[in-house]
């Protein structure tokens, strides 16, 4: 079960599809396997970056229990919906299939830091207190904004709120600010960093204790989030600075996902790198110049 | 089939459910037998204020069946979903089962007029020209902006698009321009408006040819898109303006729903007030008020 | 000075332009006599309904020294500023010249509820704490979001702040929410209602203690707040009521402050309908049917 | 004069104040000085970096004329403005002092290309054919989305609009879109690119002509533009990669001003690096960062 020891890395999985737009799961054994040849320590998956929200129910339910019947290492499920009712079923179909956890966001219809508070503390308690879960702070993806005084709240109010998976941006002194809660008497949160890891060496610096995201090399993730464990930080940024062309590529909005399939599939870890529709295309120039950049990070990586 | 000539009231229907969060279909049926009662023309179901984004899959299903089964007037059948598998599944589903249409709502991401064509242009393709559809405008709750020249583009583009649901504020001078353009050689479309009809008389001034929209008494829009047709204006603003107190208090957003669930079932029209969660309450306060105007909107009918 | 047992009527002043677009001081002179010819409290200027923000600096302070010389009653004065020292340099230069307050709406840009509350003390710092001001909450035009508790937070921290613009919607639960929490012990503030009026009535009935609005018929307002004050609850629904149409199509975002310069102009109150460029034009359409409505009404106010 | 030939790097100056939040002309001398001796081809003065909506229209004239008066490059002067005439006024007389041209981004309120377009032609007309523009297309900043068709009709219907400040995020196909227009007889653009440098070279490789952002180091800006010019696009990766930390760490909205003008002021460019408030401050975690991220750049450019 997840707990807020968490570290490390708990990659975004990707959703393999066919050219056609349907589900392939073998491909999605054969990447789960190649993510954790990669040595990630567990799996988030349904998240958006897995395009959960164009899977019907049904898909979803298929995904998480082909992955988590495969896999023995933790793994997190995005159960984010409109309705609790929607959310509360695909928590309790996923725990018993043997979820470390579940993750949600907020809606950003939210308004006000007592809404948002007021909807954690619902939710916490309709999946119930034996459920651990992640709290997605995801302003960039349309989540209401939350200071380190209102996540104060939230694990005050969720004693099963165990993760923080932080994408605010800035958000370096928010962790700083967390972490300076936490040393003068707030319970400890587990925090994990997503937005594409464009910030991921500074993040763990502040205090962070892994990287929730899907960048499409992992054991760039996994290589840091160990070099900051050792205190080794100047090799640390070495290693992030020759990845770091490509992590910023990948972090364009919308089209950022596209890029990552592509470049899964080029790494032989992805049958297809189709999306679902509606989803951007790469067009000759992108394929181009990401092809571009990977010649050129294998060749720094191989000098 | 839904047609460019539909006109009149194509109501949107609320979703019953139970106090502990169950769908209600026995509520459900009674609630379409006195919308039909009421005189509306049409329709709408599993549109926003039909809670949809709260159905499963299946509950969605489950409840476009169950309204197609029992009526013999058209039905649009609300479809929008992040991805297009779900969006065409859920198409293909309603209109074996008989409806009479689908309504789509362009997402919000959507970012300049071009995109925005192109997703149209794209899903008309996918559900096939078979399929009559609805184009929701509605900026309010987060679409994107589609000015008249653009509702042009993708009415000439989409052939099997034949009815504008028409929610945009300000949005008068738009209906003008629309029927200008058509005056000059553009296709036409019906109009349809929603918004809670917050502007319904001068829409219908301005040429749309009814209303889309859920008010709990129905009655009063069909009233006033009589009057309107038969070009009786003074007494068509007389029948309206005695509603407008309730029609404010209705459009408040997010609150509006649960106002509206209450009045139907003050009215006997629903078993229970509930919405699903999550959702707004109504407070102490919020039901004397509706009450209050609810008492002298009957002496004023009365009077 | 303003204080927090500020009641009434507190209307925004349009601000007269001639068709070419340069302020009018002789018609400012005229407006505000008209307008306090109806019986309003206090006037409220250089607010985004004064077309504030298509002002100069320079043009500002001499609309703000204009009104102050001519009026007795309290005037406050809109100082909102992208930089603290323009906002405060408008401030010094306002009271100076006799204004009863400043009115300033925090930015759109501040994310959760404690980067609200710093920027409000930071702002009650630098004006002084001898300047009373207005706390303007519009979430509609942008503003954050603003929780009761907020509010209460906000009040705590600056003992200046003593009105409470409140233009939320739905916003009513709110006002009651705050009268509560004064009714526990937090300082009592002055709540004066804006958004257009379109939720007057009511917001008077949970507690508010006037209007800080601009609707083109200031003696409806100065009535409405009367008949409350009185208790005579019905008769303020019945004033209000044959307004109403009216007031809804002043609400519409954008056209509204021009449907409203267009009836104020109609009335003999301004010398043109004229707003600053850029602004939207009132096709023949519109101000046909804005004469209908106004037809109607002086037909129901001499019935 | 500002032409559709213009290329290279038009650095986007920051404005230097006074710890005490006064403008600081002889810093600004200096400055610019600075800037000019990093061999930049043209500057950009009083945009959002230059804190352009923290002046008052006073010193904004102050410091075009200040620079003007300074500087034989040419020099770009933001304009934008809620109202025209404000708008019109600046621009006479920053022209009247020298000006290259002027720098206008459409307000993010308008809905749809139509409005938009018709937004540019009134402003092309009012400033007057004799002054040249750059229209700025910053969604990411609250700025209206443009697409590649719609600057082709913003273009032909205004043609001293000479030059598209490109801040799309993401953006390269926009570029590629248009140059592939202007290959089939659309009138052809300089496309200068902001967004803080984080895509330059890919932007310079699919046809842009230069950059008109801020960075800290402009050096870098102009090597990358010169190699892009000479074709030698390993080298100008090369070097743009050693910046790209920083790039990335000045990049964070909000905060990214602060720590540009706490790196230019360690570099000897500016007497202090204070913003004038309301600002973020630069917390001691995040200045030591900065100085590590230095320490690394200075040591990987002198190895």
Chains 1, 2, 3, 4 share one sequence.
């Not at 320590?41 to 929200?53: H, M, R």
Request: hydrophobic share 45%; charged share 25%.
């Amino acid at each position: 079960m997840l707990t807020s020891d968490a570290r490390g890395v708990y990659l975004i999985a990707a959703t393999p599809f066919r050219e056609t737009g349907e589900l392939d799961l073998d491909g999605l054994d054969r990447l789960i396997d190649w993510y954790l040849g990669k040595g990630v320590d567990g799996l988030t998956i349904l998240g958006q970056l897995g395009e959960a929200p164009k899977l019907t129910h049904g898909e979803a339910l298929t995904v998480a229990r082909r992955v988590l019947a495969r896999v023995r290492a933790p793994v997190v499920v995005g159960v984010s919906s409109p309705g609790y009712a929607s959310l509360v079923e695909l928590t309790r179909a996923v725990m018993e299939a043997g979820a470390a956890g579940v993750m949600i966001a907020p809606p950003g219809t939210l308004r006000g830091d007592d809404a948002i508070l007021a909807y954690c503390r619902e939710v916490a308690e309709r999946i119930g207190e034996a459920v651990p879960w992640v709290l997605q702070d995801f302003p960039l993806a349309g989540g209401p904004p939350m200071s380190a005084s209102l996540v104060r709240r939230i694990a005050d109010a969720c004693p099963n709120m165990v993760v923080l998976k932080h994408e605010d941006w800035p958000g370096l002194d928010k962790i700083t600010a967390i972490r300076r809660q936490e040393a003068e008497g707030a319970r400890r949160l587990s925090i994990l960093c997503g937005h594409g890891g464009i910030m991921l060496p500074h993040e763990l610096f502040r205090g962070a204790d892994g990287a929730m995201t899907g960048f499409s090399y992992p054991e760039m993730l996994v290589g840091v989030c160990r070099l900051a464990r050792e205190g080794r930080h100047e090799e640390m940024l070495d290693l992030y600075d020759a990845y770091l062309p490509l992590v910023r590529y990948e972090q364009q909005p919308g089209l950022g996902l596209a890029v990552r399939k592509y470049v899964l599939w080029k790494r032989g870890a992805l049958p297809t790198p189709a999306l679902r529709a509606p989803a951007p295309k790469l067009s000759a120039e992108t394929r181009a110049e990401v092809d571009w950049l990977l010649a050129r990070l294998e060749r720094r990586l191989g000098g």
